[in-house]
């Protein structure tokens, strides 16, 4: 099973984004099909043995949308006959994504349409390169905003082109209604029949000019069984025209009181309309600046070692392997590893922390990083897709693509939303027929036209993805990585955070701090365990070798070495049997602990580990190590403590350790001697309250609890399997992103829940209104025009409701605030 993420343009409202949905589901082989409207992507899973991406493409296009395919011209050389024209265009095709390619030998060019989420430029290129010829690109991010820009000039066109038809044509039918002196002027010019006529000459260009886009998508609507925005706009607005007409054409077929002409209303309403689209699509753009930001990051160029001299090539030529030289000011263009130099990197805009990192021989560098003061040399590990950059931007964009528990609510309503609309339609229009009285024919079209304007569901479509779009990229710029849009809203219901210590709350750097003999040579015990835990990474066992390396002892190799999970390791070191670990494990080799047992009290109360040593299965020393605690984790804790969470602590440590730590960061619940394959049932102990749980660990022995937890959130710094298995990532590693991604998570859901019951509100109040409700008590009735503009606006309302998320401040704002404050750098 493979995903694949197509963009698309032209849907309008949730209508459009279900008749997607539903046309992708139907193809045999797709999987899952789930479409945004914010970000106008279809996320697709679908079986390769039996759907290829350009048969998806093709669903979309048939459903009457245009999905987004970037297309590159490549210059080719290498050319010389048409026979190898052929063998590039083989070579294009086979590429996953390619949708078309074609090669012209006389220009020594290659066309190519592509999915852009599935291949790219350097893809491209070097299928060409590896069918032996030479070749050109545009990044992604120019792909998208073309597209954008494209869409934007499209709609200001269409919107002033209309407004210079509509305004005259609006002026001509209102002031004689509203100024008497206007109405007196324009019949001694001419009678009422000549001016129906010019404004018929103002109407048709803007109904069928600019207005032509909703015929278009309205009617493959319409065939399609599932109405839309388009649909609604190409109904009410062809009404009041044809109407309109019908009665300059005909207008003995129509009784005197019937004779009006509704030319200005279907005018008017396609411009407001256009006038609304344009600013929606201003306004989506900022709505998606944030992965601008992160796609910006990208450099264009590197400067690679090549035959001993330094060559400026574009990104996609660079290879794994490859030495890359950066100086300062400038970006880090791909992951590599330090092979020379010194300076400080600015990693802010991926990790949000405020301050350089030093980097030298051997430090990783991260592509997309500032380099600052020094020249550093690298070797590559990672490039193109394989960079952290990458995977953040293809985390970011999932994570936007999906959609919270709550959108379901959205979706079953918009289901049968546009067919009720239809029947409330008809239903107005025969009310007002049978009991309109003179003017039944005037209001039943007034009123009609009004509520297939109002109706339509775009604020509905819009109301969770542009919030979870605006709220995620602003997550990202925070260093937090949202997996999907469920976590987010998960994350906000839960009421217990509990975390794991080694690491996540404790620096994982522990110390020895003491140690104590059963009257034997102090250092040659140190040895012996030393000699044996150098087998082991575990972080306590790296501390007891860096004591006894302190010490100048030489240790020894040990053999049968064997590592117990959460208890001890044992070996043979020279002619001795050495164990080292905790009580529980003293007590399973049949070893008597009490010698010790008033020291290893006293060290559990300082919040220390004690461990013991037994030589020879006789009990040797007591041990204690001690982790300090990461600076940030109290201010951390408290502000959960403030936004209402029960702090909870999942530890190995023996339970007096435990509880002094516990004791020093005001940790509510702990749950002390778990073992690592016991974390995932300490947390199903935690949930057996009822209540949520987020579990924050960064070890490779988290990934189950992480699993087993409402919300997992993984330190960045942890090892790959904990970060793949958690739902939220933290990238920089500091604790004060927990209580700041949730209190995002809450103010992304509080936005989202304002936007549903704005929309909602909005539909449920004025299609009565529309329906001309109050016209029998208060003489009231909603002009078309006046329903145009409140559908604008009501999709103004949400996306600049979502929009407010951009200012989030984070309860733990000192190092976001400091981030979230500083430009991305340009070089």
Known sequence: MKEVRIGIQGMTCAACVARVERGLQKVEGVERAQVSLATEQACIAYDPEKVSPALLVAKIEEAGYKPLVAELELAITGMTCAACAG????????????????????????????????????????????????????QRTDVEREAREREVASLRQAFTFAYYFSL????????????????????????????????????????FGPGLRFYRHGFAALRAGSPDMNSLVMLGTSAAYFYSLAVVLFPQVFPPQARHVYFEAAAVVITLVLLGKYLEAIAKGRASEAMKKLLGLQARTARVLRDQAELEVPLDEVRVGDLVVVRPGEKIPVDGVVVSGHSYVDESMLTGEPLPVAKSEGAKVVGGTLNQNGTLTFRATAVGEGTVLAQIIRLVEQAQATKPPIQNLADRVVAVFMPV???????????????????????????????????CPCAMGLATPTSLMVGMGKAAQMGVLFRSGEALQTLQE??????DKTGTLTKGRPELTDFETLNLDRAEVLRLLASLEQKSEHPIAQAIVRA?????????????????????????????????????????????????????RLLAE????????????????VLAVADSIKEEAPSALQALHRLGFRVAMITGDNRLTAQAIARQLGIDQVLAEVLPQGKAQAVEQLKRSGAKVVFVGDGLNDAPALAQADV???????????????????????????????????????NIRLNLFWAFAYNALLIPVAAGVLYPFTGWLLSPMLAGAAMGLSSLFVLSNALRLRSFRAPLGSWVEARAGKPVPQV
């Open 421 to 455: 609309v239809l029947v409330i339609a008809a239903l107005t229009a025969g009310v007002w027929l049978v009991f309109g009285g003179e003017n039944a024919l005037t209001l039943a079209l007034v009123n009609t036209v009004a509520v297939l304007i109002i109706a």
């Open 494 to 499: 839960a009421c217990i955070v509990a975390f």
């Open 87 to 138: 063998r590039v265009e083989r070579a294009l095709q086979k590429t996953e994504g390619v949708l078309k390619a074609s090669v012209n030998l006389a220009t020594e060019r290659a066309s190519i349409q592509y999915l852009p989420a599935l291949t790219g430029p350097a893809q491209l290129k070097r299928a060409v390169r590896e069918a032996g010829y030479g070749v050109l690109e545009a």
């Open 712 to 750: 997992g959130l993984a330190i960045g710094t942890g090892t790959d399997v904990a970060v793949e298995t958690a739902d939220v990532i933290l990238i920089s590693g500091d604790l004060r992103g927990v209580p700041n991604a949730i209190a995002l998570g809450r103010a992304t859901l509080r």
């Open 548 to 600: 006894a390396r302190a010490q100048g002892l030489e240790l020894l190799e040990p053999l049968d070495f064997r590592a117990l999970p959460g208890l001890g390791v044992s070996g043979q070191v020279a002619h001795y049997r050495v164990e080292v670990g905790s009580e529980g494990y003293m007590a399973q080799l049949g070893i008597s602990v009490a010698p010790f047992a008033p020291q290893a």
């Open 168 to 207: 005259p044509l609006f002026l001509l039918a209102m002031l004689p209604m509203l100024w008497m002196p206007a109405h007196m002027f324009l019949h001694s010019l001419a009678p009422e029949g000549v001016w129906n006529w010019v404004m018929l000459a103002l109407a048709t260009p803007v109904q």
């Open 606 to 621: 300082q919040g220390k580990t004690p461990l013991y040593a037994a030589i020879n299965g006789q009990l040797a020393a």
